[in-house]
Every structure is written in structure tokens, then in C-alpha cells.
């Protein structure tokens, strides 16, 4: 009985590829792109981490890569890059690379290039010079090399918007429509994104026409595999509890989530200093120090890794065990994107989310967006944590035993000549001495926690809470109060909210979230700051700005100003303009 083969559709030079990697069949997102319909259409792919959108999209731009047989040898010379994929952080861009230089490594003359800041712009003017086929890099760089005149966008054909949502987030929509802007109108163009909330969907309007909608995977479909868990915690117990959880899994490889990048550097301190070794992973790093964290991540070096959502948006590594949320998720794309990071390529993972008392009934609202059904569990006691350590141990030992062949003939013979010592040692004393050489018993056993009942929602006290809702992993109680700065920038210079806070976001390194109200002047404009995040901003925004060297941000006079429970819906000021609350980021309007 002749056997379907699944790769029939594979254009020949990657089949052998594919074949070579271990694959047996390809996902759903990957069988729309290469239908009939997919293959001369623009793509909007709606699709959660794991479904193999990367493969994906090698498969649709092979299209312009792979010459035809009747086609001249000089067909496919170029001057530039015939494909462009954008994304938001240089680990991702790093890790698309590489799967597309192996996926196009057998079409000839085609090389897979990578531009992105904080690294060698000299090195990647070099590599542009010859013309790589492919060219994947993040929204700032890009554009720095496109304004330069040393990348040459007259040739492509494909470009990528990917992890679309992500980018929006981090303040980068004028840099992508600048990059759109440059580039031929007769192209092909796509977009990725795991959540189409309205600011990507108004993006893919002013720059997709008839885009085919791609249904990758769904909210709670592609991360199957993963088991999500629910701890209820007193605020005040949380790195306890972080302790416990693990301690109860031992030996596996953890991603702990933060909000900030001073928590990061503040519970990898903490953690340590209670003999778990664990190191952050944030802005706070310097592109060689980040690499560096990562690799021995990815080998294994290093179990823990504690990062904030921004740093960890590049970040795929095989076998991360559990992800842990720390600070509970802002929204339910959050949580997806977090919870994404484990349970890939078919292997099992664990989502742990840490709920302080006052926020369960948020959280309990973003796993029913996200169409998740966790299970609420008390976070594992001493107890417990004994019980599967001794149960490890056992099963180690018994992997042993049943594999004599393992043991060494000099292991044999120093066994016997300790047995058969005269002095007044029992076997059980020599045994307890070996385990004790060979793994000393740990300094921290856990914590036992205090029992939380059904009444304990109603007796909490206010705790850390910023705006939104978040619990914050610092020592400091905090008020939901914002710090207000102020920038060298007004209406007469053409400031409106959707690009003042495009700048704050980028230059700050905050989320949208995070700000609160702006007021417009003709010379000068002012913006709220969470107070959870004001410090590690005004750190990041006294950094000089390559983009915009003449704007500068510093903290107001009043700079704190409380959070009152409802906001006037409008202020006017002499010479002033208010926008409260967040603004909309405007539409584009380019086709």
C-alpha cells in the first residue's frame, strides 16, 4: 500500500532538510502556507509559540529564493537582501536566522545575514556588502542601515513582520512604517503575531492588501503539552514559596518571570543567597553578558534563569521544564507569551503561576481568556519536597543497580575492603558517609508557609500593587502613585501622545502600561510614570540617544502624584493639552 508522502508539497532543496532535522509531518500553519492559496497571497498568521510559524515562513519566502530550472544562471543576482524579516529583539532575530540557514542551506548563493542593536555595526556593513539573500534584524537597526544608505531595499520581494504584538508593545510602530516606507510596493508582505489586539490588526490593515488569514493555533491549543498550575500566596511569602517550588524540582531547568529589570537583579541576590544558584536576565546586561547568560542556559550550566518579559522575548530553549510567574501576567497575551516558553516540540512543561491573595480573581480571568483551566494547589511543603528528593534518589539508585555493568571493578573492590573493615562501623555508617561525600545534604530544607483558608481573600491587607493590578517583588510597599517627567518636546515640534509614547517606551524600557497620563505643551510636554517602574526608567532615559540626541527626559518638579480612584475624563491648561490615560497609538494609512 503506497504511503502518503507528507513533504510532497516541499519544494525539493529544503524536503532533504526537513528529513534530516526529524521531522515526520508538518504543522497546520505550515500546510496553509504552502497550499494553492498561500503560495501568492500576503500572510497573516495567527498562531501561538510552538506551532512551527518559523519553519513556516522559510517555507514561503523559499519561493523567491529558489531559482527555476529555465531560469537563467544571473536570474537571482541582487543588490540587496530578496527577503526581510523584522523582529523585535536580537535573540529572536538570532534564533530565526538559524533556523533558516538550515532550512535554505542547499539553494545556492543564498546566505541568511542578522543586523541588530548592540552589536558590531561595522561587521554587519561588511556582511550587507554582499548581499545576503536573506536579511533578519530588529525595527532600530534595520532602519539605522537603511537611513545610512548601506542596505539596498530596492530588491526584495518578502518581508516579515514577526511577533508583531511584541513590537507594538515596545513602542516600535514608527520604525516599522518608516522600514515599510522604503520598500518596493510590488512585494509580498506578512505578519505574525500571537494575539491581534486593535493596535497590530490597524498595522496589517495599512500595509497587507487581501491578506489570507493563516489559523495557526489557538488560544490554549498550542501549548497542549503544558500543565499550568495555580499557588495562592501571602504576598509577603512569595520568595518563600518560590524557594519551595524550586526545591520540589530540583535539577530542572526554570524561567522565573519579572516585570522589572531591578527584580530580576534583586531575586537572583535573594535566591542565591539562599543556595540556589540562579542568574538574571534583563536589560541590565550587556549584549556579550546576555549572550553568555543564555548559552549556558540553553547547556544547561544554568538551571535558573530569571528575566524580565522584554529579554525573554527571544528566548527559545529546548527543555525548559517550567516557567514561573512571579509577578502574575498583565493580560492574557502575556501569559501566553510566557507560558509559550515551555512544553515545545512535542515535550511536557509546567506553567506556575505564584497569585498573591488580592489578585486571584484577575488572574482566575486571564486563564479563562487564555481558555486555560489550571489547577489550584498549595504550594509543595517541606514535606513534600522530602518525599520527592528521596523518591528521585530511589529511582537513581534502583538506574544503578539494575545496570551492574556500570560499576567498575575497582568500585566493586573498595566496596568489599570497606565492608570488611574490622573497626566498629556499621554498613548503614558507611553508606550514610559515601551519600554524604557524594551529595551533602542541602542547606535549605524549604519553608513551611502559613495555611491559606477559604475566608483569607477577605482578611488580606493592602499590599504592593501598582496601577494594573501587579504585584511588584520589592521590599517596599507601594502606593499606585506615578512620577511625572517631563520632555523637550511639544505640539510646535510635532509631538502627539502616539509618538511620545512610542519615545518613552523605547527610550525607558517600559511597557505601555506603565504610563499613564500626557500632556501636550507647544514647547514642552509632561507623562506619568508607575512609581513601580519610575527609577529603572529614569535610569534608562538619561542614556543618550542615538535616534534623538536633542531630546532629553527628566523627572518634573511635582514629580509624585497619587493615583485617585477615577481621573477627570478632561483637563485644559494654559498653553496645555491633556490626554488621560493611555493614548491610542495612531493608524497607519499606507496600502
Request: contains cysteine; positive net charge.
Amino acid at each position: 500500500m503506497d504511503t502518503i508522502d507528507p513533504f510532497a508539497n516541499v519544494p525539493a532543496p529544503l524536503r532533504a532538510a526537513i528529513v534530516a532535522r526529524g521531522f515526520e509531518k508538518l504543522t497546520p500553519v505550515q500546510e496553509a502556507v504552502l497550499s494553492s492559496e498561500g503560495s501568492d497571497r500576503n500572510l497573516r498568521i495567527s498562531s501561538q509559540t510552538g506551532s512551527g510559524k518559523t519553519l513556516a515562513l522559510g517555507l514561503r519566502l523559499a519561493s523567491d529564493l529558489i531559482p527555476s530550472a529555465d531560469a537563467p544562471s544571473d536570474a537571482y543576482s541582487h543588490a540587496g537582501p530578496r527577503a526581510l524579516l523584522i523582529t523585535p529583539t536580537r535573540e529572536l532575530a538570532v534564533q530565526v536566522a538559524g533556523e533558516l540557514r538550515w532550512l535554505l542551506a542547499q539553494i545556492k548563493g543564498v546566505s541568511v545575514e542578522v543586523v541588530t542593536g548592540g552589536s558590531d555595526i561595522s561587521r554587519e556593513r561588511r556582511a550587507l556588502k554582499k548581499s545576503p539573500a536573506v536579511l533578519v534584524g530588529t525595527p532600530g537597526r534595520l532602519l539605522d542601515h537603511i537611513r545610512s544608505g548601506k542596505l539596498d531595499c530596492s530588491s526584495m520581494r518578502q518581508v516579515v513582520l514577526d511577533e508583531a504584538d511584541q513590537m507594538l508593545d515596545m513602542g516600535f510602530r514608527e520604525e516599522l512604517e518608516a522600514i515599510l516606507d522604503n520598500l518596493p510596493e510590488d512585494r509580498y508582505s506578512h505578519l505574525v503575531s500571537a494575539t491581534f489586539p486593535s493596535a497590530v490588526k490597524r498595522l496589517a490593515d495599512g500595509f497587507q492588501k487581501n491578506p489570507l488569514i493563516v489559523e495557526g493555533t489557538r488560544l490554549g491549543e498550542a501549548n497542549a503539552d503544558i500543565q499550568h498550575v495555580a499557588h495562592l500566596i501571602r504576598p509577603r511569602e512569595l520568595e518563600k514559596a518560590l524557594v519551595n517550588v524550586l526545591l520540589h524540582s530540583e535539577g530542572e531547568r526554570a524561567l522565573i518571570f519579572v516585570r522589572r529589570r531591578v527584580d530580576a537583579t534583586e531575586l537572583t541576590e535573594r535566591l542565591s543567597a539562599k543556595g540556589l544558584s540562579a542568574a538574571p536576565f534583563s536589560g541590565e546586561l550587556n549584549q556579550m553578558q546576555r549572550t553568555r547568560t543564555l548559552n549556558a542556559f540553553k547547556n544547561g550550566e544554568q538551571k535558573i534563569l530569571i528575566a524580565t518579559d522584554v529579554a525573554a522575548r527571544g528566548i527559545d530553549v529546548p527543555g525548559i521544564s517550567m516557567v514561573i510567574h512571579a509577578d502574575v501576567p498583565a493580560d492574557v497575551e502575556n501569559y501566553t507569551h510566557r507560558s509559550g516558553r515551555t512544553g515545545r516540540a512535542g515535550q511536557k512543561g509546567r506553567s506556575i503561576l505564584m497569585v498573591p491573595l488580592h489578585l486571584q480573581s484577575r488572574v482566575r480571568r486571564v486563564l479563562s481568556s487564555a481558555r486555560v483551566e489550571a489547577q489550584w494547589q498549595p504550594v509543595p511543603s517541606p514535606a513534600q519536597i522530602e518525599k520527592r528528593h528521596t523518591k528521585m534518589f530511589r529511582r537513581d539508585l534502583h538506574e544503578v543497580l539494575s545496570n551492574p555493568d556500570n560499576i567498575s571493578e575497582k568500585q566493586n573492590s573498595y566496596a568489599k575492603f570497606l565492608l570488611e573493615q574490622p573497626e566498629e562501623r556499621t554498613p548503614e555508617q558507611i553508606i550514610a558517609a559515601l551519600l554524604q561525600m557524594a551529595e551533602p545534604a542541602p542547606a535549605l530544607q524549604g519553608y513551611s508557609l502559613e495555611k491559606i483558608t477559604e475566608n483569607s481573600a477577605s482578611q488580606r491587607s493592602p499590599r504592593s500593587r501598582d496601577a494594573h493590578g501587579h504585584q511588584g517583588l520589592r521590599k517596599r510597599d507601594l502606593s499606585g502613585s506615578f512620577d511625572v517627567f517631563e520632555i523637550n518636546w511639544g505640539t510646535q515640534n510635532g509631538a502627539n501622545p502616539s509618538r511620545i509614547l512610542s519615545h518613552i517606551c523605547r527610550r525607558g524600557n517600559v511597557n505601555r502600561a506603565a504610563v499613564g497620563s500626557i500632556s501636550l505643551g507647544p514647547v514642552f510636554s509632561t507623562f506619568e510614570v508607575s512609581d513601580t517602574v519610575s527609577e529603572s526608567f529614569e535610569k534608562s532615559s538619561r542614556r543618550p540617544d542615538e535616534r534623538d540626541p536633542d531630546l532629553n527626559i527628566r523627572r518634573s518638579k511635582n514629580s509624585s502624584v497619587p493615583k485617585k480612584p477615577r481621573r477627570p475624563k478632561s483637563h485644559r491648561g494654559k498653553g496645555k493639552k491633556s490626554y488621560e490615560g493611555r493614548p491610542k497609538a495612531r493608524a497607519g494609512s499606507r496600502g
